[in-house]
């Protein structure tokens, strides 16, 4: 990295309060979306971290609610018109880059990444300038720019097979913007690697010694962890993956107590596949916490039915990309959709 390299500094927002509504409002309000959703040809695709009553919604309504892999496949696969993303701005353009031809609609605009926005397409182009001889691999959690300048694109599900792949052909691998997730991969494969110093102001909260605390009142839990955690993180745990990952092993595994090391709002999905499980947050308070996310994405969080249903009255916050910058991030993109479906790779988890 180049010592001349100042990244511009991630404000954290603070998490949106909304309106509580009555068990009969918050149904009526649902079924007003469900209305606007069948007449405008519109589709939800929810990522598991947003408001579980959004994730519901989805289901419900025929949408689609995964991890980013599967948010990016599904979008090619609907006959819908309009693809609206309740999650991050990254996965909203991704839609767009996939699907050209449709409406991409989200919730808010404003909801963006600290991954995304701690990695400018400028900066990161210089950086990839400096290092010419190797293989750019980014992570979704990127602007559609910074994927525009990448060779690949990975989620957290799909970056170990890839880099393994790039691996054996012998490439160096500049990786951006999660060192935590980058240097995951990096100890698995043992492939050369030079990382963007960028960080989940989620995943970056968990606490070490107080995990270490909470897994001994906790004995017989299991701890499941996003490799986007922290090293310290990662080692206290029995199952490291994406989010798909997590929740098929909260689904599949004997344990009845989980410790969960990632963004809460995947807790819905969860009890959902395992309603009779006990599921604990890993704590983000403890020495050295300033507890900025506190276990949920603040910029996540910006999803709800309230401004879902304003959306779909007024057709607003339509993401718009460059058509040259698309047709460049489309390369990435589509690069690991390939090696994805000739590999068969979908949701697993590993110790």
Known sequence: MSSSLILPEIKVPAHPVWPQKSAAEKQAQK???????????AVLVAHYYVDGDLQALAEETGGCVADSLEMARYGTTTDASTLIVCGVRFMGETAKILNPEKTVLMPDLAATCSLDEGCPADQFSD????????????????????KARADWMVTSGIALPIVKH??????KILWA????????VQKITGTEMTFWPGSCVVHEEFKSVALERLRKLHPDAAVLVHPESPDEIVEQADVIGSTTALIKAVAEMPQEE????????????????APQKKLISAPTAGEGATCESCA????MAMNAL??????????SNEIRIDE???????KPIQRMLDFAADHNISGKYQK
């Open 177 to 184: 913007p999660d060192k935590h997730l980058g240097h995951y």
């Open 258 to 273: 989980f410790i969960v090391a990632t963004d809460d709002g995947i807790f819905w999905k969860m009890q959902q596949v």
């Open 296 to 299: 949920h994405c603040p910029w």
């Open 31 to 41: 079924q007003r979306i469900k209305d606007l959703l069948q007449q405008q040809n």
């Open 127 to 146: 950086f990839c300038d400096l290092h010419p001889d190797h293989t750019v691999v980014v992570y979704a959690n990127t602007s559609a720019a910074v």
């Open 324 to 330: 040259n910058i698309r047709a460049d991030a489309l």
């Open 306 to 315: 309230d401004n879902l249903e304003a959306l779909l009255n007024t057709h």
């Open 166 to 171: 790039l691996a054996s052909e012998g490439k």
